[in-house]
């Protein structure tokens, strides 16, 4: 059974900084993270493959660094110059070697407010 084990997220003022982490098991092809604000879609933010190829969202670009650890089964979303309109929920994924389907994480709260 796949399993993933999210922290960080919280609260912090616009121009702060949070960190997201992510565990999870399995031979692992591609992690990362969406997010879901109230009443809008969930959106990707960013994610990693195995190989280290990297998408962002363009919201993201400039601001937000995704990472892995292949040996740990860990990735983090480094997040910088948080903006209000980045409050969401953020919830990790990932996807399995040869599977087309989605694991997702229980999400966390991100709230950018002064």
């Known amino acids: 059974q796949v399993q993933l084990v999210e922290s960080g997220g919280g609260l912090v003022q616009p121009g702060g900084s949070l960190r997201l982490s992510c565990a999870a098991s399995?031979?692992?092809?591609?992690m990362g993270w969406y997010r879901q604000a109230p009443g809008k879609q969930r959106e990707l933010v960013a994610a990693i493959t195995r190989g280290g190829i990297i998408n962002y969202a363009d919201s993201a670009k400039g601001r937000f660094t995704i990472s892995r650890d292949n040996a740990n089964n860990t990735a983090w979303l480094q997040m910088d110059s948080l903006k209000p309109e980045d409050t969401a929920v953020y919830f990790c994924?990932?996807?399995?070697?040869?599977?087309?389907?989605?694991?997702w994480g229980q999400g966390t709260q991100v709230t950018v407010s002064s």
């Open positions: 994924y990932i996807r399995l070697l040869g599977e087309s389907q989605n694991y």
């Open positions: 399995g031979g692992i092809f591609i």
